[in-house]
């Protein structure tokens, strides 16, 4: 059974995400969606908890996709939950860059056992990062192109519980 691992901070899981979790999910027999706690990001929207269940909800009936919340070095939690791989997106040069340096990590980290698998999401889904969509949202802007319903409705909802 091959099982790869999808980390992010996923704050909120947009369908770029989705997109790549569906392509991976396809491809393997189990994906694991790990909410990854990033000390030098400490202010998020949504605290890990939300992410999670809020991914959770999306996920409820999907058989190989799993959710976990982790934190500490990626390639250790991979090889902790028996991952063969880490799942990354790729978007722009940007992200090419800086996810070369990441693999190279991960490799020496896990001592070449876990290796990075990059995959592309469809043309409308490439432009999209949970930054633009928190922007986008905090403009009062229709979001709905970008993210899930369920997580839209759980923005709005968090949204509200700030400003009471
Ligand atoms: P972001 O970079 O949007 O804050 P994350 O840290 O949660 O997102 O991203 C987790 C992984 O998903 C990264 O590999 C990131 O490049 C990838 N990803 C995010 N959005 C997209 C997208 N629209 N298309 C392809 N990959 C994506």
């Not at 899981?13 to 994906?31: P, R």
């Not at 959710?67 to 939690?77: E, K, L, P, R």
């Not at 192109?145 to 369920?150: A, E, F, G, H, T």
Request: include cysteine; charged fraction near 25%; hydrophobic fraction near 40%.
């Amino acid at each position: 059974m091959t099982k790869v691992l999808y980390p992010g901070s996923f704050d909120p899981i947009t369908k770029g995400h989705m997109n790549i979790v569906w392509q991976a999910s396809n491809l393997f027999d189990e994906v694991i969606i790990a909410v990854m706690q990033n000390p030098l990001k400490k202010t998020g929207f949504f605290t890990l908890k939300e992410r999670m269940e809020i991914i959770k909800e999306l996920y409820q009936k999907v058989n190989n996709v799993k959710i976990i919340c982790a934190s500490g070095a990626t390639a250790d939690v991979a090889l902790l939950y028996e991952c063969k791989a880490i799942i990354r997106g790729l978007r722009s040069l940007s992200d090419y860059d800086y996810e070369v340096q990441l693999q190279q990590m991960n490799k020496e980290i896990s001592n070449n056992k876990i290796n990075t698998i990059c995959l592309f999401a469809d043309k409308e889904y490439q432009f999209i990062s949970s930054s633009m969509v928190k922007e986008v949202f905090n403009l009062d802007k229709n979001i709905s192109r970008y993210v899930d319903k369920i997580v839209e409705e759980k923005m709005l909802k968090k949204q509200r519980s700030l400003i009471k």
